[in-house]
Each structure stands twice: as structure tokens, then as C-alpha cells.
């Protein structure tokens, strides 16, 4: 089966080298799988680095090996860190973009699974492409951590309108079921994105009973979920279920 990888980036020219390391390290068959990239708003030579590092994957058997480039005109404001909660909505309408606009330009008619993968996801099994497709799900997640077996780093993966991370739910089974999913590592079936399913870049399921209504939670006043979120939303308005490994992990920078 056919797997495309896809991963947004922004100043992010420093990983590109080991994030074509690791994905040469994958067990699933080169021939069965691409890449794509969309590079934006980066003054770091973000596009050129990676660029320069696809051919290795070409020539590994790889199908493709593709990068784009858009800039969307945001950038962090100076001296302000990325999680700072003023600037989220913002920050995640543009990441949505950037992730919508990277699907609609590499899904091609051949491809059956989609794995988002963060650059600075930097650990993984060599069999992770395996063991999440063969679940069978149409949407699913590993755990990202940052030390192995300590708490959760990517929380936009919870149940229980944002109060269960999957940190909180290691005992309860293999995989368990998500309301919310992250996107440092997440598989998605390719025709559940053709079916409509995308990265909402605006406040998305105001109307679904499942959101976080607490702006103590949220981080922000406005109701509704943006990107990965809201991308959960959808899947449950859909009628598609979203799955966690809790004992499945994978490390972040």
C-alpha cells in the first residue's frame, strides 16, 4: 500500500538533513513510498536545505520526493515565544493553511495512507509505518513524548473536552479512543481527506458537544477547534473515529 509522508516547515533548515535520515530508516518498502514538503514564511533557507536533501530519497527507491513553497505572511512576533496564547489562533489558522495547501498540492489518485510527520519529531520505530496501518483505522496517532515513558508533549491529542491527554489513559489498552488529534505524527486513510476531511483554519464544531467550552483550557476566549483540533472535529461530525496508542511512542525535540 501506497504511504504518503507529508510535513509542513518553517525555519526549520536545521533538521532537514536528520529528518531524511530517519525516513530512510522506515521498513516499509521504498517503493510504496513519497514525500511531500511545503516550506513557508522561513529566513533560514528552509526550502534550499530540504531540497537539497530529497534526491537522497529518490535514489533510495522512493516514489517521489516533492517540495513546495507559499508564504502566508505570518511570523512570531519578536521576543514572544510560539506557545504564548495571544498569538494561537493565529498561528494555527496559518499552520492549517499550510497543511491544507500541502495535501491539495501531493495527494495523488494512487496514494492510500497519509502520515503527517513534524520535522522535529526525532525518534521513531523503524516499523511505525507498519504497525499504524495495519490497525486498519482510518485515523491514528502514537504517543509523542519528549523523555520515553514521561508525560505527553503533543496535548493537542485528548478526550474528555481537552482533560485526558494520552499520558492519562497508558493502561487502558493498546489504543483507545481520541475526541482531538495532534499532528507530530498522525496516519490518516487518504480517502477520508478526499472525502472533505481537512485541517479547519478557522474555529471549527462551535455546535459539537464535544469541544472544550473552559477558555481556562482552550487558552484563548473564541469557542471552537482550529487545525489539528478542529481536524478531530470534523472526523467525529464525519462520522470517523480517532485513535491513540498510548504505549506507542515516539520522541520530540
Not at 489518485?109 to 511505525?128: F, N, Q, T
Request: aromatic share 8%.
Amino acid at each position: 500500500m501506497n504511504v504518503l509522508v507529508l510535513t509542513p516547515v518553517k525555519e526549520a533548515a536545521a533538521e532537514a538533513v536528520e529528518y531524511v535520515d530517519r525516513l530512510l530508516t522506515l521498513h516499509h518498502p521504498a517503493a510504496q513510498m513519497s514525500v511531500g514538503l511545503l516550506a513557508s514564511d522561513s529566513t533560514d533557507g528552509t526550502f534550499d536545505a530540504f531540497a537539497a536533501e530529497l534526491p537522497r530519497l529518490t535514489g533510495s527507491g522512493w516514489r517521489a520526493a516533492h517540495i513546495w513553497h507559499r508564504d502566508f505572511g505570518y511570523r512570531i512576533p519578536d521576543g514572544m515565544d510560539r506557545w504564548h496564547p495571544s498569538i494561537q489562533l493565529e498561528r494555527r489558522r496559518v499552520l492549517a493553511l499550510s497543511r491544507n495547501h500541502l495535501l491539495f498540492n501531493a495527494l495523488t489518485d494512487d496514494i492510500d495512507w497519509v502520515l503527517w510527520l513534524d520535522a522535529d519529531v526525532v525518534e521513531y520505530r523503524p516499523d511505525i509505518v507498519g504497525l499504524l496501518t495495519s490497525l486498519g483505522r482510518d485515523i491514528v496517532q502514537p504517543h509523542c513524548v519528549r523523555a520515553w515513558g514521561g508525560p505527553t508533549f503533543d496535548l493537542n491529542a485528548w478526550r474528555d473536552h481537552g482533560r485526558l491527554h494520552l499520558s492519562d489513559m497508558r493502561g487502558e489498552g493498546f489504543m483507545v479512543p481520541l475526541h482531538a488529534v495532534g499532528g507530530t505524527m498522525l496516519l490518516v486513510r487518504a480517502d477520508r481527506h478526499r472525502d472533505g476531511l481537512i485541517w479547519p483554519a478557522f474555529p471549527y464544531g462551535v455546535q459539537n458537544p464535544l469541544i472544550r467550552t473552559d477558555p481556562r483550557t482552550i487558552g484563548r476566549a473564541e469557542l471552537g477547534e482550529i487545525e489539528t483540533e478542529g481536524l478531530g472535529m470534523m472526523a467525529h461530525d464525519m462520522g470517523i473515529e480517532c485513535w491513540g496508542l498510548p504505549e506507542v511512542e515516539i520522541r520530540h525535540r
